[in-house]
Each structure stands twice: as structure tokens, then as C-alpha cells.
């Protein structure tokens, strides 16, 4: 999959901007969970064209008008903003230099869990994984080297608590 983002935050002259990232989604097997979002608009919405099947003597059977949804599955490029104020509003994530936007890692929270289900970040950062995995009420462990961070992260996530009136 790719993250396409809204352009380089700095000028290049001796390279093309890079302007997208790629994410990758690991399971063992089949993934136990696969919620695929589907906010991608159909051009073609409603009952539209025929369909014909072909048999084995090379005729074509006629088929009902073939229904189609209002949106469909998302393609694997997704174009999210990123930068101040896309990113997140919550500034104090902005002590981390190198931050994903948190529709990007709720939208894979959403994609590939289950409320109850267990998110895992082995580089923690900002804390935006298990930000939005509280958000998304599931459960989440967050990893970084830096205890900095590690901080960071403990943080963001417990604002969540205080956004929604919960205790820690």
C-alpha cells in the first residue's frame, strides 16, 4: 500500500519531491480481521449496464443489470494531508520530528482490528497508534528506544481519557 501525501515540506533541486511512503500490512496467513473501507465514490452508482456469460457452446446468456454501490472499496493508494494542522491538532505531538497523521493510523486501526483487539507500535513516537487505538477503544502497546517519547506517547494516549470524560 501507499500513504500519498500532500507534497514535500521542503524544496528540492537535485531530486524529485518525495511525496509518498510505503506501508505495509503483515499477517501470518489470511489477517483474522478486515474491515476495508469503502469511501471511495462510484462513478457508476445504482443499476447499470448488462452483464452476459459466456457458455461452453459460445453463445452469451444475458444477465440482470448489474447493481452498483454508492462507494466502494478504497484503492491502496491513500492521499491523506499531512503538515501542521492535518497531521493532528493536538501541538504537543509536534515535539517528535517525524509524525503520521492520525487518520492515516485510525484508518488502519479501523482496517485491520476489532474493538477488544490488541495494536502494536514497536516505534512508538508520538504516540499516534495508540492514540487512536484508545480512541477506537482498543488495546495498544506502544515501543521506542527513547524514554522521551515513551513519555510522549503515555501523554497523548491518556488526553484521550480526558477528551471523553473517562478516568486514566
Known sequence: MIYMKNGSQYPER?????????????????????????????????SWGKRSLRKKDGTLEQKEKVPYKAFGIRYNVWKINCGFGFTTKDKEAYMHPAMFPEKLAGDHI????????????????????????????????????????????RRRTENIDRLLGKKA
Not at 22 to 41: A, E, H, W
Not at 112 to 122: N, T
Open 14 to 46: 537535485v531530486r524529485y519531491y518525495k511525496c509518498f511512503e510505503y506501508m505495509f500490512v503483515f499477517s501470518k496467513g489470511k489477517p483474522k480481521t478486515i474491515n476495508l473501507i469503502c469511501d471511495r465514490q462510484n462513478k457508476w452508482a445504482g
Open 110 to 153: 479501523l482496517s485491520w482490528s476489532k474493538e477488544g483487539d490488541i495494536v502494536l507500535d514497536p516505534f512508538v513516537g508520538s504516540g499516534t497508534t495508540t492514540k487512536m487505538a484508545k480512541l477506537y477503544n482498543r488495546h495498544y502497546i506502544g515501543i521506542d528506544i527513547s524514554k522521551e517519547y515513551c513519555e510522549l506517547a
